[in-house]
């Protein structure tokens, strides 16, 4: 199989907000597009309330953080990869000060050994109502 660039779309992570595949697959690389908590066929996002314009009234970092890693797992083995294989993960917070305690110590729980290098920057907003985006590299 021909694994020069080659695009890879989970069945069980949410779809894309645009025009891009979940994963590019390179060699033994594969390289994740921004990954976010929403569910697959809907626009629910886990822990997110929203008023009737779509503006964030309340979130939960935990419930985000927690789906957010659900789906990276769903891309990695869609891939042929797994948790245990990535490499380095860029991590994406609104709320660098409320939220960076919850999610380093949910860091800690999903990757107790040998875990990925990271950073972690605070951007003003994402594309959808999220507080949260992991942008992932592993290898196959």
């Known amino acids: 199989m021909n694994t020069e660039n080659k695009s890879i779309d989970s069945s ?10 979940h994963a590019k697959r390179v060699g033994n690389f594969l390289f994740l597009s921004g ?7 809907t626009k629910k996002i886990p ?5 009737d314009k779509g503006a964030i009234i309340s ?5 985000q ?11 990695l083995e869609d891939a042929g990869s797994s ?5 380095d993960v860029t991590v994406f917070l ?9 999610y380093n110590k949910l860091w800690a729980e999903y990757f107790k050994e040998n875990p990925p290098c990271r950073t972690t920057i605070e951007i003003n907003c994402l ?14």
């Open 59 to 63: 979130y939960d970092i935990e419930a």
């Open 35 to 41: 990954v976010g908590p929403r569910e697959r066929g």
């Open 12 to 21: 069980k992570a949410p779809e894309p907000v645009g025009l891009y595949p």
């Open 127 to 140: 594309p959808t109502p999220i507080a949260i985006e992991l942008k992932v590299m592993a290898t196959i």
């Open 47 to 51: 822990g997110v309330e929203l008023d």
């Open 65 to 75: 953080c927690r789906s957010v890693f659900r789906n990276v797992k769903y891309i």
């Open 83 to 87: 948790w245990d294989k990535m490499v």
């Open 94 to 102: 609104t709320n660098m000060k409320d939220d960076f305690a919850t």
